[in-house]
């Protein structure tokens, strides 16, 4: 198993299969599952050989352990199944048409796409993996929409995201959609990373958050996000980081990738957001707290950025962030004998 492999498994782990029952409780049960050889020590299933300086792997469950899941989740499949044409293993394609017959959510994450594509999941549908495979994805299954310009695709039952950093982009997507905006944020802050976020079907990076570790940067802006009802100015957050305009603009950019404005707008942004899912504030208010000021102001910026009215955001999403994953929360998953895992939900 290459480096990518296991970080691209590890993203799921990360995400679903350490609790964080502070920001949702129950939050995800994560199981993870192998079309290995079984353990003849009774420890599950286990894929051969070593993933690494000493490293390797075990899983409790076979790919049985995919039924009852309400998600599987994909990461990758063998690097021949992608490199040298060879065909994804027969039994975990079948394992995944009985776990998307059965109803479960299907997700892959980077070549897991191709795994999907070989059990016909991805028929008539948007999909996209890692730009340097999108190519070999079309050629090989041609009945797939495939998108190498986005970061995920959101295809109702059906997931697939690009590769490395676009999977933990997809994963906190699961989250936002599962348990609201506002868990799938603290998830990110607590990650130390962007929330990614969509409106309709475009993607597109959130607000970075404060940098919370840079000394004279990071406390003003945490700041800032406490006080976005309030008029804010470039001079005001420079004055408080007791630097020069210029100077801060310079250092926001570079440590978040965006200009100060900007920067609080996606703020702002985000904030109404979280009004809009978890209360029944009217639209004016939802403006007023968010620092956007007038409905017509926020209708305006919030549908340029979130790709929705507010109005129609809103009744996307449960009114209150509810008390445990929307669709049961059982995560499972396989590793495959190359070393490829996939994961289930």
Do not use: K
């Amino acid at each position: 198993m290459s480096a990518w492999e296991m970080y691209e498994l590890s993203i799921a782990l990360a995400v679903f299969g350490i609790p964080h029952e502070d920001l949702a409780d129950p939050w995800y049960r994560l199981r993870l599952c192998s079309d290995g050889p079984r353990d003849p020590d009774g420890g599950g299933s286990a894929a051969p050989g070593p993933y690494g300086p000493g490293l390797s792997l075990r899983t409790e469950h076979g790919l049985d352990g995919l039924v009852g899941a309400d998600t599987v989740i994909v990461p990758s499949v063998p690097e021949a199944c992608v490199d040298d044409g060879r065909d994804v293993p027969a039994d975990l394609v079948a394992a995944l048409r009985e776990a998307a017959a059965s109803g479960a959510r299907m997700v892959s994450l980077c070549t897991g796409a191709f795994a999907l594509a070989a059990a016909g999941l991805l028929d008539g549908r948007r999909a996209t993996a890692h730009w340097q495979h999108t190519a070999e994805l079309a050629a090989r299954h041609p009945d797939v929409i495939v998108d190498d310009s986005v970061l995920y695709t959101d295809d109702g039952d059906v997931l697939t995201s690009a590769g490395a950093t676009a999977a933990l982009d997809l994963c906190l997507h699961l989250v936002r959609r599962d348990l609201g905006a506002h868990v799938a944020n603290q998830l990110a802050r607590r990650l130390v990373v962007h929330a990614h976020r969509a409106g309709g079907q475009a993607q597109f990076v959130d607000a970075p958050l404060p940098p919370t570790g840079e000394e004279g940067l990071g406390p003003v802006l945490q700041w800032a996000v406490e006080h976005l009802a309030e008029p804010l100015t470039v001079d005001d957050l420079a004055r408080r980081a007791r630097m020069s305009p210029r100077t801060f603009h310079r250092r926001l950019q570079e440590a978040t990738g965006t200009t100060p404005m900007r920067w609080l707008l996606q703020q702002r942004i985000a904030r109404a957001q979280s009004l809009l899912e978890s209360t029944d504030l009217p639209v004016e208010q939802v403006g007023e707290r968010s620092g956007l000021g007038t409905a017509a102001n926020l209708r305006r910026h919030f549908t340029r950025t979130v790709g929705v009215s507010p109005t129609a955001y809103r009744r996307s999403f449960p009114r209150a962030v509810p008390a445990g994953p929307a669709r049961g929360g059982r995560v499972a998953g396989a590793i495959r004998p190359s070393g490829r895992p996939s994961t289930g939900r």
